[in-house]
């Protein structure tokens, strides 16, 4: 069994930045792919950023150049650390895991952008 522990989110001014850390525990060592997806209200989850093993991160066209995904295998933690904040980036933000074809999911931590 596996567990995703999302921690960071809250409220910002546009332009702010913050920063999101997700920390896994269980029977598997690594994940293959982690990352983040988000969901605002109303919308459907969408991929923000992920990472496979040590390769490079991968973003959604909305957050290049602004947010930066990292992970450290040894303490099993996936980062997304995120400048230049805008009102759409609010929305709820999930750890996302998957190995084996298998995914799970972290709890979600809300991050509200907001003047």
């Known amino acids: 069994q596996v567990q995703l522990v999302e921690s960071g989110g809250g409220l910002v001014q546009p332009g702010g930045s913050l920063i999101l850390s997700c920390v896994h525990s269980?029977?598997?060592?690594?994940?293959?792919?982690m990352g983040w997806y988000r969901q605002a209200p109303g919308t459907q989850r969408e991929l923000v950023a992920s990472?496979?093993?040590?390769?490079?991160?991968e973003y959604a066209d909305s957050v290049k150049g602004r947010f930066t995904i990292s992970r450290d295998n040894h303490l099993k933690t996936v980062s997304l650390q995120m400048n230049s904040l805008k009102f759409e980036d609010t929305a709820v933000y999930y750890c996302?895991?998957?190995?084996?074809?298998?995914?799970?999911w972290g709890q979600g931590t809300q991050v509200t952008v907001s003047s």
């Open positions: 996302y895991g998957k190995e084996s074809g298998i995914e799970y």
């Open positions: 269980g029977s598997i060592f690594n994940l293959y792919v």
């Open positions: 990472m496979k093993g040590g390769g490079r991160g």
